[in-house]
């Protein structure tokens, strides 16, 4: 396992490039900027706390994590779409422990389609494996298709060349939880482990020519596939939500995501 190299910063630049090439995600990736500097800012947040490192207890570590919410809820109510803007609204109002139980569920249960505990909890869990924490309350089966560090989906597969004798590239999965990458086979589902070529299939673009769809027949899971030995200044996580053509294509064949990306797609 190792932790993501692109920093805050990568990602940010990346999506506001990425913004002005694509009119098709444009407003999707306005808002993922936004929220991307949101995330900037708790990561900052907790690296900035004198004498504190997160425990890997996230009842424990709320307290501090609580301090900086406001500050993804205020850039999602200003930034994002209507239904989120008013979640984020809702929120800000709730009930002492509302908030709380939508952090400690999500973390013990993760769900692709809890949107503000996964944006809010992910420069948290970083910022853990950064710092050599690990996650003490979270109880997850260890599987090579899963984070070794967490336990969570992937969100994203990529090749890149880690080492000069290589040709191809060595795959790495991004994590959803806590984006770190780690090792995974080339030739293999990241959902149920087929590793038989004829149940394995890949579809790109030429509009996408580094991204790729990798689906499997077996399960009929995908994941976006971004090829780094083509495009060596792609970052993984921005650009395979810019390509939402492709869960289109994917999803009219009957495919459904590992995992949805932050934007829900």
Known sequence: MSVTAESWDSRIQRAEELTCKFDATREILTFYTELLKSQKA??????????WLPSGSLAEDLPVLQECLPTVLRRVELN????????????????????????????????DTQ???????????????????????????????????????????????????????????????????????????????????????????????HLRIESCDTCNRYVK??????????VPLVDELAAAALDVWAHERGFTKIELNLVGL
Not at 85 to 100: F, H, I, K, N, W
């Open 80 to 111: 994002g779409p209507a239904p989120l803007a008013d979640e984020a609204r809702q929120l800000m109002s709730a009930a002492s422990g509302t908030v709380e139980e939508m952090l400690l569920g999500y973390w013990r249960t993760p769900s």
């Open 115 to 209: 949107f503000f505990a996964k944006a809010f909890l992910q420069p948290y869990a970083h910022w853990l494996a950064e710092s050599g924490g690990q996650p003490v309350d979270r109880i997850f089966e260890g599987r090579d298709n899963r984070c070794p560090f967490c336990g969570g989906m992937p969100q994203v597969s990529s090749l890149r060349i880690t080492e000069p004798s290589s040709e191809s590239g060595n795959r790495d999965l991004t994590c959803a939880v806590c984006t770190t990458n780690w090792r995974f086979r080339r030739v293999a589902c990241a959902f149920c482990d087929e590793e038989r070529p004829t149940k394995l299939g890949y579809f790109h673009t030429p509009e996408y020519d």
């Open 225 to 234: 596939g971004v090829d780094l030995t083509r495009l060596g200044f792609a």
């Open 42 to 51: 708790v990561d900052e947040f907790l690296r900035s706390r004198r004498g």
